[in-house]
């Protein structure tokens, strides 16, 4: 299964990548894309606050999104 744009967790930037409902706040994301991805400890999930600007950050953020144990990270976000 994978990421749903229609269950977007609010605090995502808009753009291509987003975290959805589905987050577990396994964090592993925030290991691998640090910045791109954020924890709010508060509600135990992770949300992209930044879209990648760098090559480098949107390789992290395509190795995130193959990691994350519950596909909640997609890439094809839109808005
Ligand atoms: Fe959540 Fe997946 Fe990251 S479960 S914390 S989006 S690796």
Not at 14 to 27: A, R
Not at 54 to 77: F, H, Q, S, W, Y
Request: with cysteine; proline share 5%.
């Amino acid at each position: 299964m994978s990421a749903d744009r229609m269950q977007k967790i609010m605090e995502n930037v808009p753009g291509k990548y987003y975290v959805d409902e589905s987050c577990i706040g396994c964090s592993i994301c925030v290991e691998i894309a640090p910045d791109n991805l954020r924890s709010n400890l508060h509600e135990g999930y992770e949300y992209v606050f930044k879209q990648p600007a760098t090559e480098l950050e949107e390789k992290r953020c395509i190795e995130a999104m193959e990691i994350c144990p519950v596909n909640a990270i997609g890439d094809d976000g839109i808005g």
